[in-house]
């Protein structure tokens, strides 16, 4: 469900470039199950003004279902054509709407469709998280609410990374998410899309105009 841009937040200087340069793109974060999609696209959303939009919550909205009820009604090859589906419809509004965070459930960016078009709509950040990280936050959640993790857990996280890492890998940035304050994610993310946008960072402070 799509959160609000809260356009009352004031934006530092370097947040201001980086709104100009990025334009009416959306922000999708990818990664593993437990990475932090929602909980850090939340707040990156909130620094930056936009909207934020968890995809997998979109899903079960259009299907009146939840997404373990996907799974187990229909299999997850009909649930991977509809998260597809409303990818593409959220990347289109995104765009007209202007700009927004969007958190995709795990599989979604191993859709070569999907890829394309965000590579061709909008910014993909991958919050990368170690096998660890993932397993003490996947833990805090029964594994009936995960359908890709049914039987053990540790094992099918081990292999999901081995077949998912080299595609995530193909985002435009990487961040390491890690059990730290979000905040200090989000930091990260804007500077590594400063970087990205090639967004001057800001002059320090007391430094001179025209100083060497």
């Known amino acids: 469900m799509r959160e609000a841009a809260q356009n009352a937040v004031a934006m530092a200087p370097r947040e201001t470039a980086l709104m100009a340069a990025l334009g009416r793109r959306p922000l999708v974060l990818v990664g593993m199950m437990g990475a932090g999609k929602s909980s850090i696209g939340r ?38 054509s509809g998260e597809a589906r409303v990818i593409a419809r959220l990347l289109d509004e995104g765009g007209q709407n202007g700009g927004l965070v969007l958190a995709t459930g795990g599989g979604a960016f191993m859709n070569a469709e999907t890829r394309a078009a965000i590579r061709q709509k909008g910014i993909s950040i991958w919050l990368k998280a170690d096998f660890e990280v993932l397993m003490r936050r996947v833990r805090r959640r029964s594994t009936a609410d995960r359908p890709m993790l049914q039987g053990d857990p540790a094992q099918r996280i081990r292999e999901l990374l081995d077949q998912r890492d080299p595609v995530y890998a193909e985002a435009d940035i990487t961040v390491h998410s890690r059990d730290v ?32």
């Open 43 to 80: 707040r990156l959303a909130q620094h930056l003004g936009l909207s934020f939009i968890d995809a997998d919550a979109e899903i079960e909205a259009a299907a009146g279902m939840t997404i373990p009820e996907i799974f187990a009604t229909y299999g997850e090859g009909d649930f991977r």
């Open 181 to 212: 304050p979000h905040d200090i994610i989000v930091n990260e993310i804007v500077a590594a899309l400063a970087e990205r946008l090639a967004v001057a960072p800001p002059a320090p402070v007391g430094a001179e105009e025209g100083a060497p």
